[in-house]
């Protein structure tokens, strides 16, 4: 694919990525503002009836954190909306009242972006691993029993899996202890360690991410053998992979160059669709855990009707499914270029 080719087709995948951005920035805005007894006249209610507040009052502390003129159009207010969330500007929580909504998220998305990314990598490379060997080795009389047990994984809910991990690690009693004290598995980290770039920190935080990472990693691990062994015995029955071998091209070259290459490109699409789920995608096995994460901060919010918390942690969701959407077609340039002449064709 030439250079000029190249821009001009990832220009187009960002120009669309843009727009899908601002329709569910647009959603976003309405549903909040349009739906029958929508969340800020539901605010202004509360306030009337818990605090005794006038509707005036609770008009006007409605708007300050909900970061919006009440008395503005419509449209005026659809406008002031984009310009705030283009600066990450979603107002201030209500639960925490004085304390901005992208504040928080940005306390708790490293905690759920280090927990959740690390179990999606190591299941990543250990099952394209494992998988890629299974494909190889497939009269083997132990191919079966890995293959039966990854689809035994992928079958597992990822709460289930966190529930016996938890028992396991915490509540069971090995040689008369458990083999990581119950108090490990709840919070970031424990009470008294000095946050920092300590070892003592750094130690403290991996036991605590321990089980929700392994947790992780064990509900897609199965995922990753099953479709790495599909798509590489499947390139092995290939035309192209016989001819090489008939030309007598080294084993290594034919694995690389030929299998995988080809054998990634569905690889490619699921892991950038599990990436971009990787905010939300926490909410169950953080509450489990009591893990603060973006994930238990959602459900919080939910549960206390914490609606500009809500508004902001959708978009950022949202955003993270669609850039990584994007990066899936760069990846897919890069690994086939005749994607670009495919999908224009198309």
Known sequence: MKPKATAIYLLQRLLKMLVTVWVVMTIIFFLVRLMPSNPVDRYIEDQMVQYGMTYEDAKTRASFLFDMDL????????????????????????????????????SRLPWTLFTVGSGLLLSFVVGIVIGTIMAFKRDKWYEPLVTGFASFLSAIPDFLLAIFLLLFFGVFTWGGSTLIPIQMLRGNYSMGVVPGWNLAFIQDVFLHALIPILTYMLSQLGVWILLMKGCT?????????????????????ILFSYIGRNAMLPIVTEFAMRLGLIVGGALIIEQLFVYQGIGLELLNATNGRDYPLMQ????????????CNFLAEVFYVVLDPRIKGQKKGG
């Open 71 to 106: 008395d503005q159009p419509l449209s005026a207010q659809y406008f002031e909306y984009l310009g705030k969330a283009v600066r990450l500007d979603f107002g201030e929580s209500l639960l925490s009242p004085g304390v901005p909504v992208m504040q928080i998220i940005a």
């Open 233 to 253: 015995t499947s390139c092995l029955n290939t035309d192209y992979v016989t001819m090489a071998k008939i030309r007598g091209l080294p084993p290594g070259k």
């Open 312 to 323: 902001g942690v959708f978009l950022i969701m949202s955003i993270a499914i669609v850039l």
